[in-house]
C-alpha cells in the first residue's frame, strides 16, 4: 500500500528553489514507482517526473529537465521533487502519486494512490 503525501508548497519567487516532500508509508515502498504530476487552472494534469522502485531510471517532462530533480529515500519512506530556476508557467497544484508497478508510470492511469495536492505558485 502507498499513501501520499505532499508537503513542501508554497510561494516562491521566479529563479527560486522550492523543495516538494512525499511521505509514502507502506511496507514494500522500495518495490513502489513514485511519480509527481502537476495541474493548472483550466489545463490538463501533466506528469512532471516520475521514479521506478530503484533510483536507477527516472522520467522528466521537457519543461522542467535541467531544472527539477526527483529523488527518492527508501529509509525514510520519502520522495523529493527538488524544483530549482522556477518559473510562473511552473505554478500548479502538484500531486504525489504511486503505483503498485516497477517501471516508470508516464500516465495518471498508471497510478493507484493519490495525495492531496500542494499548491506551488511562483510570482514574477
Known amino acids: 500500500q502507498v499513501q501520499p503525501q505532499e508537503s513542501g508548497g508554497g510561494l516562491v519567487q521566479a529563479g527560486g528553489s522550492l523543495r516538494l516532500s512525499c511521505a509514502a508509508s507502506?511496507?514494500?515502498?522500495?518495490?513502489?514507482?513514485m511519480g509527481w504530476f502537476r495541474q493548472a487552472p483550466g489545463k490538463e494534469r501533466e506528469l512532471v517526473a516520475a521514479?521506478?522502485?530503484?533510483?536507477?531510471?527516472?522520467y522528466y517532462a521537457d519543461s522542467v529537465k535541467g531544472r527539477f530533480t526527483i529523488s527518492r529515500d527508501n529509509a525514510k519512506n520519502t520522495v523529493y521533487l527538488q524544483m530549482n530556476s522556477l518559473k510562473p508557467e511552473d505554478t500548479a497544484v502538484y500531486y504525489c502519486?504511486?503505483?503498485?508497478?516497477?517501471?516508470?508510470?508516464?500516465?495518471?492511469?498508471?497510478?493507484?494512490?493519490w495525495g492531496q495536492g500542494t499548491q506551488v505558485t511562483v510570482s514574477s
Open positions: 507502506g511496507r514494500t515502498f522500495s518495490s513502489k514507482g
Open positions: 502519486a504511486g503505483r503498485n508497478g516497477y517501471g516508470l508510470g508516464l500516465t495518471p492511469g498508471a497510478y493507484d494512490s
Open positions: 521514479i521506478t522502485w530503484t533510483p536507477g531510471r527516472t
